[in-house]
Structures are given as structure tokens and as C-alpha cells.
């Protein structure tokens, strides 16, 4: 922390020569007598999390700048990575941008991955520098459906499918579901369709389809609006494949082929005794 705070008084220090900072200095003080300097609004300058691939942008409100630079520095590397509005890394993805009359200060990182996670930090040219560090964290959401990617379905009874997604900064705004890469249809004539959707830390959507039948079989895919995609085979089964079906979690004690199949089982165990 004092090691990069020094390399930037070096390199500010300058930049002060040349400019005429007393005079500005004496000129504030005329105008506002209670002057204490630039410092950070903290409230509009927070840690942020971002989604891998999506430019994420850190904020610094300076308040009381005056003529001094604002830059930012990477602390795992204590990289310099931009002053005022120019970049001083060669990894172009790291922007500045100042738009006249405020007193925000956004660093954006595009196309953001994992190993940009870490502390930023925000630095204002004074002598000696201020600064405000802040945490970027970049997540990937992971979008998961419970029971897949194969699920065995008894003809006739509710298939049930759950979406969850996780490590999404926020709830996705929509998810939405297809079959066969068609836009599922809530007011189909077929009927007996819905979508339960619960947001939150983890997101979940329950797709619900009553009376499954074999054309209700194939894919599924599951489309949350700001995570990865995810995909289940579902087949419904007329009741003949009960090998098949210790693969699936929904088989419905109710089917009568399966309690046929259950009661020949028990009938063949006791046989054995
Ligand atoms: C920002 O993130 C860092 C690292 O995760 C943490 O130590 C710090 O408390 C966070 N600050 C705020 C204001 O949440
Ligand atoms: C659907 O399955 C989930 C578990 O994956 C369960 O929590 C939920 O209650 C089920 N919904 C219905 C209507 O059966």
C-alpha cells in the first residue's frame, strides 16, 4: 500500500511542479474558507459484483477535485491502469470515463473474467495521493436443472422441472423455457402448463406440465436472462421400461404398471424364501 501511494507521489509530484498548485490552492481558500481538500463519497464509490463478459464499472465520486487527477490502480500487481481519462495499461479492456460536471470518477473493465476479481483502487493527486480502494468481484452464474440431464417420466403423471441459478449478482430478471427449442406456450390447447418462478439469492423455476405424455418428451432447456443455459431429455415412458426408470427421480408409486411391476417383485422375493 505506502510501496504504489509513493510511486504515485513520484509520479504526481511531477506533474504538481508543473502546474501552479499554490496558486489554486490560495484561490480555493478565498472562495471557500472551510475547504478541506478532495476527499471520497464513499456512499457512491462500493465494492461491485459483475458478471463474467459483461463490462463492469467501479465508481469514485471525488467531491472538492479542483485541478487534481483522479487514477486508478490495480493492487495485485499494484498496476497502474489509468489517469484521468487515459489508459496507461496495455490491456485495453480498462477504460476511464469522467463526464463533465460530475464528480464520478468509473473505471470500466470490459469483457471482465474471473482473475480480474481483486481491489481497485481510486487515487486522487493530492501530496501526498489519497485513496479509495473497492472489491470487483466477477461471478459466473451457474444454471442447473435438478434431476438432469436425462430424466425418465411415467406417462400420466406431472413432469416437473426445476431451474435453479446460482451466483447470479442479482436475480434474473426473466427466465423462460423452451421444448424442442420452441418458446413454450402457457395457453396452448393442450393445457396443464406452468411456471413457477421464485427469486432470490438462488433463483428457481419450476416448470410444471400435468398428464405427461410421449410427445411431451424431448428437450428442455431452461433460459434465465442473464446466466448460461441448461438443458434436460426428458422421456415419457408408457410404462414399459422399468429398467429405465430407476434412472429417473419422479417415478409415481400410483402408475399401475409400476405397482404391477412392484407386486411381481415381491411376489418373486417371497417365492425365493
Ligand atoms: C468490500 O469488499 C471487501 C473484500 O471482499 C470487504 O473486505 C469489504 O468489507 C467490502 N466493503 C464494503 C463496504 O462492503
Ligand atoms: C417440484 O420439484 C421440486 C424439487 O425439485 C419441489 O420442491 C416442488 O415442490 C415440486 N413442485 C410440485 C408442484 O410438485
Redesign the pocket.
Known amino acids: 500500500m505506502r510501496g504504489f501511494l509513493l510511486a504515485l507521489s513520484i509520479l504526481f509530484a511531477g506533474s504538481a511542479r508543473c502546474g501552479s498548485d499554490n496558486e489554486d490552492l490560495e484561490m480555493e481558500q478565498e472562495l471557500e474558507p472551510l475547504d478541506r481538500g478532495p476527499y471520497f463519497d464513499v456512499s457512491a464509490s462500493k465494492n461491485v459484483t459483475a458478471l463474467v463478459g459483461k463490462t463492469a464499472q467501479l465508481n469514485c465520486r471525488v467531491r472538492n477535485l479542483g485541478d487534481r487527477t483522479v487514477s486508478w490502480v490495480r493492487h495485485r500487481d499494484i498496476h497502474l491502469l489509468t489517469v484521468g481519462i487515459d489508459t496507461y495499461t496495455s490491456d485495453q479492456r480498462f477504460v476511464a470515463s469522467h463526464f463533465p460536471r460530475t464528480e464520478d470518477w468509473t473505471l470500466q473493465v470490459k469483457y471482465p473474467q474471473r482473475r480480474d476479481s481483486g481491489t481497485y483502487e481510486c487515487q486522487v493527486s493530492t501530496t501526498p495521493p489519497i485513496g479509495h480502494s473497492m472489491h470487483l468481484s466477477v461471478v459466473e452464474p451457474v444454471t442447473t436443472i ?1 434431476g438432469g440431464p436425462e430424466m425418465y417420466i411415467n406417462r400420466g403423471s ?1 413432469m ?1 422441472l ?1 431451474c435453479v441459478v446460482r451466483h447470479s449478482p442479482e436475480p434474473p430478471p426473466a427466465i423462460y423455457w423452451t421444448h424442442n427449442q420452441e418458446e413454450i406456450n402457457y395457453d396452448s390447447p393442450r393445457g396443464g402448463v406452468s411456471v413457477i418462478t421464485e427469486k432470490g439469492e438462488i433463483t428457481t423455476s ?1 416448470l ?1 406440465i400435468q398428464r405427461a405424455q410421449p410427445a411431451d418428451s424431448g428437450g428442455y432447456t431452461c433460459h434465465p436472462s442473464n446466466a448460461n443455459t441448461q438443458t434436460v431429455a426428458v422421456h415419457v415412458l408408457n410404462g414399459e421400461h422399468p429398467a429405465a426408470m430407476q434412472h429417473g427421480g419422479q417415478l409415481r408409486l400410483g402408475n399401475p404398471p409400476f405397482v404391477m411391476f412392484l407386486a411381481s417383485m415381491l411376489a418373486f422375493l417371497n417365492h425365493g424364501h
Open positions: 435438478v406431472t416437473n426445476t419450476y410444471l
